[in-house]
């Protein structure tokens, strides 16, 4: 592994454990076994750092790699595939997502600015999505990018509300159902329908 690597593995593992806040470069040096100068050389500044982290370690690479898979996919299928794979992407961070959670009201401007970024290019990349299928005549027209914040919204609220809040506790919800019949109701409201 990489320097720059070592560096982004250890400071996921100490923002998840300590959030932005509390994990130091000096803790990160630390951790990936190099010099607090040495990762100053590969990112000049924290808040650079946690934009790299946050860029490598979100779902945002992962549908990004998934759309031109979706061109030869039913709607369905795709639609499914990428709820499933945004489920699994939060909770593998859930502790990120978490820590995040508690501290986000302490932020810097800066971090706002890079969490929003990245979020809003996110929901345009799903959009992208819609967008081509409109075009294809396949969905009805709506805004896509409303459309993006609903579909992964509602997946969102639901890995909150199970994986983070624990509802499951009381009420132990099967992960593949939700998936099938989130992504069906949400098909019923963007498919065309075959009889235009």
């Known amino acids: 592994m990489n320097t720059k690597d070592k560096i982004l593995e250890s400071s996921l ?11 130091t470069t000096k803790e990160i040096a630390k951790e990936a076994d190099i010099a607090e100068v040495t990762l100053f050389r ?3 500044s924290k808040e650079k750092l946690f934009e790299e982290v946050i860029s490598a370690y979100s779902f945002l ?3 990004k790699g998934l759309l031109p898979e979706a061109a030869k996919m039913p709607y369905e299928k795709t639609l499914s595939v990428i709820a499933k794979r945004f489920l699994e992407t939060l909770t593998k961070r859930k502790d990120l997502i978490q820590i995040m959670h508690s501290e986000i009201h302490r932020y810097p401007e800066k971090i706002h600015n890079i969490y929003h970024t990245f979020i809003d290019e996110m929901f345009k990349t799903l959009a992208a999505y819609f967008k081509d299928m409109q075009d294809k005549g396949i969905l009805n027209k709506f805004d896509t990018e409303l459309g993006a914040r609903m579909f992964l919204g509602m997946f969102y609220a639901y890995f909150i509300g199970e994986k983070l ?12 159902k939700t998936i099938r019949e989130f992504v069906s109701i949400f098909i019923k409201g963007t498919r065309r329908s075959k009889t235009r």
């Open 13 to 23: 593992k100490l923002f998840s454990q300590k959030g932005f806040l509390g994990a």
């Open 42 to 44: 590969h990112f000049p």
């Open 165 to 176: 809040k624990m509802f499951k506790k009381y009420r132990p919800a099967d992960t593949n």
């Open 61 to 63: 690479p992962a549908l």
